[in-house]
């Protein structure tokens, strides 16, 4: 098992791009979730999903969506990117059973 | 999901006990009581978790108190490769409620 994929690892991009951040997983999790760390700070949830076409806020939706068209994969978009939105983004999939989260090796992306 | 609070930072000496408390007062009774570590910038990865009863695995040990109001992870001989942020979360285990991270503790273990 690959467990969860993140691509791309780095990203730099200009204000007012746009791009997506891809996730996928193999384990076969119904739960998904995209994070941002900004440095020196604690992981912010951004969106997240209980199941294939279900999708919900977290705590910093702006500016990002997410769809969820497949068990197994949860992109995420940047419409438009800001500085502001330069972090680190992990993708991260739950186990039903015992709860327990996967992480991706995460995404590095900076806005100019 | 359960608000929870831990000390910014801790330090411990090699090869002893490093034990990090996190309170979780206001913790749903259906809600287990989640431990990650992150290692510099890599994303988090699982340790332990525990509804009511002590737990004990490989890596750690997860002290519960009576009420569940607050929780202690115990890592019996800490080790260098132990300096990491260490979060304490509440959560379901249905894998259906939403997952917040809040700042966690940074330990650090001092040769």
């Known amino acids: 098992n690959a467990g969860v994929t993140q691509t791309p690892k780095f990203q730099v991009l200009k204000t007012g791009q746009s791009m997506t951040l891809q996730c996928a997983q193999d384990?076969?999790?119904?739960?998904m979730s995209w994070y941002r760390q900004d440095p020196g700070m604690g992981l912010r949830l951004i969106h997240y999903s209980v199941g294939a076409g279900i999708t919900d806020q977290g705590e910093v939706p702006n500016g990002y969506n997410v769809s969820r068209s497949t068990t197994e994969d949860f992109p995420l978009r940047l419409l438009s990117a800001a500085p502001s939105q330069t972090s680190v983004y992990f993708c991260?999939?739950?186990?039903?059973?015992?709860?327990?989260?996967?992480f991706g090796e995460g995404s590095r992306l900076t806005v100019l | 999901d359960a608000k929870t609070t831990q000390p910014p930072s801790m330090d411990c000496a090699e090869g002893r006990a490093a034990n990090l408390p996190c309170n979780h007062s206001t913790i749903s009774g259906n809600e287990y009581v989640y431990w990650y570590r992150q290692i510099h910038s890599q994303g988090p990865q699982y340790i332990i978790h525990?509804?009511?009863n002590n737990e004990t695995n490989e890596m750690a040990s997860l002290i519960i108190t009576e009420d569940r109001k607050s929780s202690t992870l115990i890592l019996p001989h800490a080790t260098l490769r132990d300096t990491a942020v260490y979060y304490c979360i509440g959560s379901d285990s249905g894998g259906y409620q939403k997952v917040t991270f809040g700042t966690g503790t940074k330990l650090q273990v001092i040769p």
């Open positions: 384990m076969n999790h119904e739960y």
């Open positions: 991260a999939s739950r186990q039903r059973v015992t709860g327990e989260l996967f």
């Open positions: 525990g509804l009511k």
